[in-house]
């Protein structure tokens, strides 16, 4: 058995949350190394685990056994699967612009919750860095006169107005561990942008627990994370407010109250990646 098939040899679906929480972890750095180490001028082929095609073999096809729901981005360069090089009929996905929570995504992630119970355990909200769609909602809010082209949209407006929370929280932490005139800073732009992507991940984990009632079971957990467009990897904010919080590979719990979300925006706003991201030029 090659190292990398040792290494996903997990049993399947893995028992317990934080075994499922592992299983994504090392499919995600399976994939960074798999990609470091490819050749940059001719296509790889990324290797699928044939023994849990799943539906792709002869015969009548398996139920569905996902032992994780991911509410993801539409963006083109997060495909879920690849990245947590997870095979088919193991991730229940759905994927939105800005990954939102909106009542249609909810509704396909409760039908998981309740129809997987048996092998469901985990959740997972992931956000990734330099979102167009957060991006697009930062900017609105930095310059609120450009928004107007963008209002008679009415769905458009639906990704972004769900949006502006997360932006909005992600400003006043930049404020509140900055100063008031943080916007005067040259990155101000790119600093927000990178908080309001944790801090949306972190929202929506939030509202999907509450939504699904998910103190009352222990055999799933819901987290977030956020997956970086350039190292590959994923990582999470750290809980405790330090005096340098540096990223932690893999995934959270979200916050539970409105204290430790305020919190979570401080500690994000002194991330040492938002630091350089404020005083870059
Ligand atoms: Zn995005």
Redesign the pocket.
């Known amino acids: 058995m090659s190292r990398r098939n040792r290494e996903l040899h997990v049993p399947r679906p893995p028992a317990t949350p934080a075994a499922a929480h592992r299983l994504l972890q090392q499919g995600n750095a399976a994939f960074a190394r798999l990609v470091a180490t490819a050749p940059h001028d001719t296509p790889t082929l990324i290797p699928l685990l044939s023994a849990d095609a799943g539906s792709f073999g002869r015969g009548a096809p398996r139920s569905q056994e996902p032992f994780a729901a991911v509410l993801g981005?539409s963006?083109a360069r997060v495909p879920l699967e690849i990245i947590f090089q997870q095979a088919c009929n193991d991730l229940f996905v759905v994927r939105v612009?800005?990954n939102i929570l909106t009542s249609e995504g909810l509704g396909s992630l409760d039908f998981a919750a309740t129809a997987f119970a048996r092998c469901l355990r985990l959740l997972v909200v992931l956000g990734?860095t330099r979102?167009?769609?957060?991006t697009a909602a930062v900017d609105a809010f930095l310059a609120p006169m450009e928004y107007l082209h963008l209002a008679p949209s009415q769905p458009l407006r639906g990704v972004l107005d769900r949006l502006f929370i997360a932006v909005r929280a992600a400003d006043r932490s930049l404020r509140e561990v900055h100063g008031p005139h943080a916007d005067n800073s040259p990155g101000y732009r790119a600093a927000l942008i990178e908080c309001s992507v944790i801090l949306n991940a972190a929202l929506t984990a939030h509202t999907l627990a509450r939504e699904l009632g998910e103190g009352e079971h222990h055999e799933r957990e819901i987290v977030f994370g956020i997956y970086d467009l350039e190292s590959l990897g994923v990582w999470s904010p750290p809980s405790r407010a330090t005096q340098t919080p540096r990223a932690l590979p893999g995934m959270a719990s979200p916050p539970a109250t409105p204290a430790a979300f305020r919190s979570l925006g401080k500690t994000v706003a002194r991330m040492p990646r938002v630091l350089a991201l404020l005083d870059a030029a």
């Open positions: 981005c963006d612009a800005g990734h979102c167009g769609a957060v």
